[in-house]
């Protein structure tokens, strides 16, 4: 794929300018996706590209910042990112049936993750995926049961996190080592040729910014966009059940669904399992198929 002009990410600060930039680019329908990425499978016209991309760069931001927490430049995070979108943008196949935001999701988040784990000052993680998701999974789960990352673990906490995240405590103690390795001065230099620039300067303020929300919310929407999908393989009174009993705030009985269907109870709550794991199924074929291509 040729160069695409996005939006700069600035080195330093600016950058709820550059977010204010990405959000100013349109949001693609389902069908003027489609036919952009035809236009790009089939004619590699760019200018299909470059607005395959932008669409999603609000994505990217919103990734990005939930790695904020690891001492990197969000700068940095979003640039990587937007390697990943791109690489999803040459590789979506429009004929699969899922939107491009399913799928890219897949490609920015490893793109990020991997710079992440380039960019950590310790010993070089081995590349079994469960040592690296236990890195990335391991600071969340502290927030969790409200353990204060101020660096060794007492044998209590070490016992805690083993038994939530199901990993040995050697395993636990050998990675919170390794991510405390990280510590220093807020006010020690980034590095001998950064003169000046500190690393509090890296640290971002973990309240949510507009345009994170914003983002979430459009994340959301791509989930609903994929249930919709997933349900238009069901018959219409098996999507008439699991509307009213799984997806309505104030669900209907199985004794009125029986009543409106004309069949008994027993009956409506077969109907609504196998709905269910008809939806299940497809969703997890989609997500599965996605993580297999990424």
Do not use: C
């Amino acid at each position: 794929m040729a160069a695409l002009s996005l939006p700069t990410v600035p080195v330093e600060g600016g950058l709820s300018s550059y977010f204010r930039q990405a959000w100013l680019f349109p949001l693609l329908g389902k069908e003027e996706e489609y036919m952009l990425a035809v236009r790009l499978r089939d004619y590699g016209d760019t200018e299909a590209a470059h607005k395959m991309v932008t669409s999603h760069l609000r994505l990217v931001a919103k990734i990005a910042m939930g790695y904020r927490g690891y001492g990197l430049p969000v700068a940095d995070l979003v640039s990587e990112g937007n390697i990943g979108l791109m690489k999803a943008v040459k590789k979506f196949d429009p004929e699969r049936g899922f939107r491009l935001s399913t799928y890219a999701m897949w490609w920015i988040r490893a793109s990020i993750t991997e710079y992440v784990l380039r960019s950590w000052s310790m010993v070089k993680l081995g590349s079994m995926a469960a040592q690296k998701k236990l890195f990335f999974s391991l600071r969340k789960m502290k927030n969790r049961l409200n353990i204060i990352d101020n660096g060794e673990l007492d044998p209590e906490q070490t016992a805690a996190l083993s038994d939530a995240m199901n990993v040995s405590e050697k395993e636990i103690r050998d990675m919170n080592r390794r991510l405390s390795a990280r510590d220093a001065s807020l006010n020690a230099p980034l590095s001998r040729d950064d003169e000046g620039i500190e690393f509090q300067d890296t640290l971002v303020d973990e309240r949510p910014l507009a345009e994170a929300l914003t983002a979430d919310r459009q994340e959301l929407s791509f989930r609903r966009e994929l249930l919709v999908d997933a349900m238009d393989g069901l018959s219409e009174r098996e999507r008439e059940i699991i509307t009213e009993r799984r997806l309505s705030e104030e669900p209907l009985t199985l004794e009125v669904l029986g009543q409106r269907f004309g069949i008994s109870r027993e009956r409506v709550r077969q109907l609504e399992v196998r709905a269910f794991e008809k939806v299940s199924k497809a969703m997890l074929a989609a997500a599965a198929e996605v993580e297999g291509a990424a």
